[in-house]
């Protein structure tokens, strides 16, 4: 009995030992369970570090703008100065507290770019290294390019910009509000011949050698000059001497950064931008390459940081961007209508048009083209007189014809008289290739025919006379008398050949010259806008008929006024002359 009573024990004792164990496992796996629920915990914040950087502020509104105090110290405000701020907050995310040194650098851009350059002591920079180590970096409005990039770090882009130009807007050439809300055009004869000469692109400048204000000393300034190669550039020591010499006159437009421009002409309205825009380019700050790698990297982690949040956007829209009314309305409170595809409205709520083909208060009046050509009543009158002449000229041929066999005709020589006529004619014929007009620029068959009517003309009836004037010549240089007799048909004839060979040599050189010129360089049709420069004579000349000669056209009309004066002058001589000799 007893083996078997402690063989139970043993079993029971056995029992309780297992169910201990897995009791003891399940205890064990419910903890930790509880224990993975638990977050981990962070680790200690590791200590704030301080970081002080020294930075030149460079003044130019509204980027970074320079003011005064009354103890004579400066403050600074702008654009880059509230991102500076953003900056700092930024930086606190990296347990750094970030700190500025600010002081004033140097007013041109390149003298400031030199402080923190790495070719100190050279030709290029003269600065020693100690002024090289003056700045961190320089709080400026630059524009990255390849030359610099070898002497300064850059900070990643912080804002996009172009190159654009100004012009000043005469205050009579604005459009006004009045108290009823419409708006007033000045429509005087005045008006329109300013606005006609307004300059509004580097192109038209150029073509007119006018003069374009820039700010000397900037990179802006050398993309434009080398652009824009014709132009005469008055170059500034500042924007604002700029903005002077252009409301004074001496330059037509001023070229500079786009968002500088329009923040001029946001606080002035006689200043206006124009739609140029040209070389896209992204403002950075120039950073000393001795500023620690770190340092740099956490400076570029920060920047990205002001663009990804939109702190960049958010700047942007304060200073550059102004409430303007909504597509399609103008007016102080945006009450006006305005074209939504050939208009906008401004910052003052003054409906501007996008050029000048389209007027009115909407800008939906569409302004015809002026092609400066001939009025239809001018050319009545011209071929009224023209008809005219044509009379005139035919009934003294008829007359002349009817009375060839009388004495008085023969005397003076009826056939001279007929080529005077004939030259008359011929010469008048030129009224009728001026009223021909065209409406694209090109060449022109009408064009190139009235040098050869005219001329020609012209050459036919001073030819004659000039025969005429030879005949009388040798006549009164003959020491004999010489009695003239008016009946020899033979005699007639014989003057009258002397007469047409002088008048078909004039006549020859007269169409040798016209050959040679319509071949070289014929005339063309052309119109040309004008654009603000004092008006020549020829200038009129030139708008009244609609043509201008082309650039070659000097070398002809010197030989034809060559031909003509020798005609002119020979005929006066002989007839100063010869009544001399007669007494």
Aim: aromatic content about 10%; proline content about 5%; some cysteine.
């Amino acid at each position: 009995m007893m083996p078997r009573f402690f063989l139970l024990i043993w079993a029971v004792a056995l029992l309780m030992l297992c169910f201990n164990g897995s009791a003891a496992i399940t205890g064990d796996d419910s903890t930790a369970a509880r224990r993975q629920q638990i977050p981990p915990q962070p680790p200690p914040a590791p200590p704030r570090t301080t970081l002080k950087l020294r930075a030149g502020i460079l003044h130019a509104p509204p980027f970074a703008v320079i003011r005064d105090r009354d103890d004579g110290s400066h403050y600074y405000t702008g654009f880059q100065l509230d991102l500076l701020e953003r900056l700092s907050v930024f930086a606190l995310e990296d347990s750094v507290a970030l700190e500025f040194d600010l002081d004033t650098a140097p007013v041109q851009y390149e003298d400031a770019l030199d402080l923190v350059a790495s070719d100190c002591n050279t030709t290029l920079n003269p600065n020693t290294a100690e002024d090289c180590q003056q700045f961190d970096f320089i709080v400026g409005d630059y524009y990255g390019n390849p030359e610099r990039s070898l002497r300064v770090d850059f900070t990643p882009s912080w804002l996009q910009s172009r190159i654009s130009t100004m012009k000043f807007v005469q205050p009579h050439q604005r459009r006004i509000l009045i108290d009823g809300g419409d708006y007033e055009d000045n429509d005087n004869p005045s008006f329109q011949l300013q606005h006609l000469n307004d300059f509004t692109t580097l192109t038209q400048a150029a073509v007119n050698k006018a003069t374009v204000c820039v700010h000397n000393g900037t990179f802006l300034m050398n993309v434009v000059m080398h652009k824009y190669p014709d132009v005469h550039y008055l170059k500034c020591h500042s924007q604002d001497a700029c903005v002077e010499s252009l409301k004074s006159g001496r330059c037509v437009l001023y070229a500079d950064d786009e968002l500088l421009l329009k923040y001029r002409a946001s606080l002035d309205p006689t200043l206006q931008v124009t739609r140029e825009q040209f070389n896209t380019h992204f403002l950075v700050w120039p950073t000393s390459y001795n500023l620690p790698t770190n340092v740099s990297t956490y400076l570029k982690k920060w920047m990205y940081a002001a663009a990804a949040n939109a702190t960049l956007d958010e700047l942007f829209f304060k200073y550059f961007q102004k409430n303007v009314c909504p597509l399609g309305t103008a007016g102080v409170n945006c009450e006006l209508p305005c074209h939504p595809v050939h208009g906008t409205a401004n910052a003052e709520g003054l409906c501007i048009c996008e050029s000048t083909k389209w007027t009115g208060n909407d800008c939906s009046h569409e302004v015809s083209e002026e092609k400066n050509l001939v009025s239809p009543p001018l050319k009545v009158i011209s071929y009224i007189m023209l008809v005219v002449n044509w009379s005139m000229i035919l009934g003294c041929g008829v007359w002349l014809f009817r009375n060839r066999s009388t004495q008085q005709v023969r005397a003076i020589q009826g056939n001279l008289l007929s080529l005077v006529l004939l030259g008359c004619g011929i010469s008048s014929s030129t009224i009728i290739a001026l009223a021909q007009e065209y409406d694209v620029d090109g060449p022109a068959s009408a064009c190139m025919v009235i040098p050869w009517l005219y001329s020609m003309g012209f050459c036919i009836t001073y030819g004659g006379l000039i025969a005429k004037m030879h005949r009388i010549y040798g006549i009164f240089n003959n020491n004999s008398t010489v009695l003239r007799t008016v009946s020899s048909s033979t005699s007639a004839g014989n003057n009258f050949n002397e007469t047409l060979g002088v008048v078909s040599l004039i006549v020859l050189v007269d169409v040798l010259i016209l050959i040679w010129w319509s071949i070289m360089s014929p005339l063309e049709w052309k119109h040309q806008t004008d654009s603000g420069r004092p008006w020549s004579l020829l200038d009129i000349v030139q708008v009244i008929t609609g043509r201008y000669l082309p650039e070659s056209w000097q070398p002809f009309i010197c030989c034809y006024l060559s031909l003509a004066a020798i005609c002119v002058t020979v005929r006066l001589c002989c007839c100063t002359f010869f009544p001399c000799r007669i007494e």
